[in-house]
């Protein structure tokens, strides 16, 4: 039996939903719903097709004790759904500032739970930031309502790289302040 040693990170109760650090045991819900062209287009970072070992490889930098961004799997259990519905994420920029990220699986779209995440973790601020950044797509304007909704304001427009449209998209971007 293997024992993971995981740098402190807290699980995160909502509503309907615990935010808890992934497990080796999440790859397989992982690579499905990553491997959604529709998950994979609105992000920057997953590609399209999946290739394998992605899924794993991501879970291993989440573990990582020297890791940069915590990762969060949104587990639905509680809510009698499956253990892994989508991931939301905080990359520290500075000991002040982090960019959050977040992504559900299409089959919990407009259900709230993107919503219900992201505000808890913004409530809870694991990473005691002032500040949080966040971006989206423009071509998703739910994802930019969410943000609205969960108290973010627009900053501006940039653009920002999708591996899996291999093409710069326009962005617009949001801060939150949180003290």
């Not at 995160?12 to 529709?38: C, F, H, K, M, N």
């Amino acid at each position: 039996m293997i024992q993971e040693s995981i740098a402190e990170q807290p699980t995160i109760q909502s509503d309907r939903l615990v935010l808890r650090p992934l497990r080796r045991s999440d790859e397989g819900l992982l690579t499905l719903y990553a491997g959604d062209e529709r998950v994979a287009a609105n992000t920057c970072s997953i590609p399209h097709p999946l290739p394998p070992g992605a899924a794993e490889a991501f879970i291993a930098r989440a573990l990582s004790p020297h890791r940069r961004e915590d990762v969060w799997a949104l587990d639905g259990k509680a809510a009698g759904l499956t253990e892994l519905l989508g991931i939301v994420s905080m990359e520290r920029l500075s000991a002040e500032r982090s960019e959050i990220r977040y992504w559900v699986a299409p089959a919990f779209w407009n259900t709230g739970f993107a919503s219900e995440a992201v505000q808890a973790l913004l409530s809870a601020n694991p990473q005691g930031v002032t500040t949080v950044f966040a971006e989206v797509f423009q071509s998703n304007p739910v994802s930019a309502r969410l943000l609205t909704n969960a108290g973010f304001d627009y900053i501006g427009d940039a653009e920002a790289f999708s591996v899996a449209q291999n093409k710069t998209v326009p962005t617009w971007t949001y801060l939150r302040k949180l003290v």
